[in-house]
């Protein structure tokens, strides 16, 4: 109950809880959604992938030939057109850093300029194991067409890592965004 002649205070002040309570309201309701949405669809809740590879050879010629790739896309947006004016992903790679064990670099996406992540971690035993995970720099990127799929597999057809005997890929929906939608002749 408001003092008198304080009516206007408290009339502001009504408001101003009704707002806040809204607010909490609204941010509960969005992010129930959001996590049905998750739930539902079986992605990761940000946009990014994860790939496992086989190889038989050995994991210092599969690291070269992936970094040997990624240094053949580094280039500028002008090698991102085809000859018939649509663009393509297979460019703007950069690498960041590497060991024996590890390459890091990052993909550009040639329209918008979204930059994503990329890791590949390596092992040897036996035949060569590698992980794979792209994930977008964009806080609040959570769809994304399978492009964090089709960032790293391109390296890896690129390089006709694809073609060895003892490849095999590795990878689902629920580990990487919309893997069974990707059009990496796009992406």
């Known amino acids: 109950m408001c003092p008198r002649n304080h009516h206007v205070m408290c009339s502001k002040r ?97 329209l918008k300029k979204y930059v994503d992540d990329l890791t590949f971690t390596f092992s040897q035993s036996g035949t060569c194991n590698v992980e794979g995970y792209s994930t977008s720099e964009t806080w609040y990127a959570v769809l994304d067409y399978g492009t964090n799929y089709c960032n790293l597999h391109n390296l890896i057809t690129g390089s006709g890592l694809d073609k060895d005997s003892g490849y095999t890929e590795k990878t689902s929906d629920s580990i990487c965004t919309q893997y069974s939608s990707h059009n990496c002749s796009r992406y």
């Open 14 to 110: 009504f408001c101003l809880d009704k707002c806040v309570t809204m607010s909490s309201v609204l941010l509960t309701v969005f992010c129930a959604a959001f996590f049905v949405f998750a739930v539902s669809f079986s992605y990761p809740l940000h946009a990014s992938c994860s790939i496992e590879w086989t190889f038989a050879m050995n994991c210092s010629a599969v690291h070269q030939a992936i970094k040997a790739q990624i240094t053949k896309w580094t280039n500028d947006d002008k090698d991102c057109k085809r000859s018939d004016g649509s663009v393509w992903e297979k460019c703007l790679y950069t690498l960041k850093s590497e060991s024996d064990r590890e390459l890091k670099a990052t993909h550009m996406t040639p």
